[in-house]
């Protein structure tokens, strides 16, 4: 039974008492009905005011028995509202529990430092790609919006070190900070850094002067949303067709073209192959635009000759289901 429908007959059992109280007075006792609803609501509150009028035999027993009503009416309403609060307590605690044993089973997975409008797109869209997300939201209020998008969350202050290990950072792949200030992500880069040496960092700047300061703290990719804006506004002008491929690529699920990038395992066999030798264009139909060295340098529009080594990582374009048998190529298990 819902909350709603107990307030409703609670409501609907006073007006019935009230309306039972001062009909039995008036037809027992004879009174009007202001005596016979005031009698019934100091008997059924039991404050012992006293009677109006002298009451007769009859009707003193019926006063007894609109005090056992008036009670056991009073003891609904109290062992309701006690049910209330603790049925609410316990679901919170259950769910809180669930969710923290979800979190302690995740491996290599991301997490998302703030749940704005950037956060929570950000998760969606890492979801819709089956990878495992982890939120900080120090605003109690996204709570229900978190709980709706049924996404696994931790409520409090992102550079909270203790929060950060409830949240798997030692076990994470990535940490992505869009909380509100520059100087609170670059704190939690530090933070980030130095509790997990491996983690791929990306921050936002609010600010384009925070990024040498982020990028010092320790991220690997600063994002300043105003300036991709606008490159992006201005690309959309320049160059229509490619925004529509990027579009189509990044965030359209009906179309079977993707862009990803893919790092060659030592245990792959086309390490130490050339391109041509690996066969990966004629076998999976992957465009591969360009690849990029263990130390850094970017090879692009590589030719057959290119030699494949160990930690390199290739941008491909092709269908889903063809990146995904190059990926077991690279990354055998």
């Not at 039972?20 to 009174?31: C, D, L, T, V």
């Not at 009416?73 to 609410?88: A, K, R, T």
């Not at 950060?164 to 900070?177: N, Q, Y």
Request: net charge neutral.
């Amino acid at each position: 039974m819902d909350h709603l429908k107990q307030s409703i007959i609670s409501i609907v059992l006073f007006i019935a008492l009230l309306a039972i109280g001062s009909w039995g007075y008036m037809a027992i006792e004879g009174w009007d009905f202001f005596d016979a609803l005031y009698m019934t609501v100091i008997t059924i509150a039991t404050v012992g005011y006293g009677e109006v009028h002298i009451v007769s035999p009859t009707g003193r027993m019926f006063t007894l028995v609109l005090i056992f009503l008036g009670v056991g009416f009073f003891l609904y309403v109290v062992g309701n509202f006690i049910q209330f609060l603790v049925e609410g307590r316990i679901r919170y605690v259950l769910g809180r529990r669930k969710l923290d044993r979800q979190i302690n089973k995740l491996k290599n997975h991301y997490i998302i430092c703030g749940y704005g409008r950037m956060g929570r797109a950000l998760a969606r869209f890492l979801i819709q790609r089956y990878l495992d997300v982890v939120v900080i939201e120090q605003n109690q209020a996204r709570t229900p919006v978190m709980d709706e998008d049924g996404i696994l969350y931790l409520v409090g202050a992102a550079t909270d070190e203790s929060l950060l290990i409830r949240a798997g950072i030692e076990r994470a792949r990535g940490l992505i900070t869009v909380v509100g200030s520059d100087a609170d992500n670059v704190f939690l880069v530090l933070l980030a850094r130095q509790m997990n040496p491996d983690i791929f960092i990306v921050a936002r700047a609010v600010m384009n002067s925070a990024k040498r300061t982020l990028t010092a703290a320790g991220a690997n990719k600063v994002v300043s949303p105003y300036d991709l804006g606008a490159r992006r506004m201005a690309h959309a002008i320049l160059r229509p067709t490619v925004i529509e491929f990027l579009e189509m690529a990044f965030a359209d699920e009906n179309v079977d073209v993707e862009v990803e990038e893919l790092t060659i395992k030592p245990s792959s066999p086309v390490v130490h192959r050339t391109l041509y030798e690996s066969e990966i264009r004629p076998k999976f139909g992957v465009i591969i635009i360009s690849i990029k060295k263990g130390d850094g340098q970017m090879v692009f529009n590589p030719d057959a000759d290119t030699l494949l080594e160990s930690e390199d990582t290739l941008v491909v374009v092709g269908g889903a289901a063809n990146i995904k048998g190059l990926e077991k190529l690279l990354a055998p298990l």
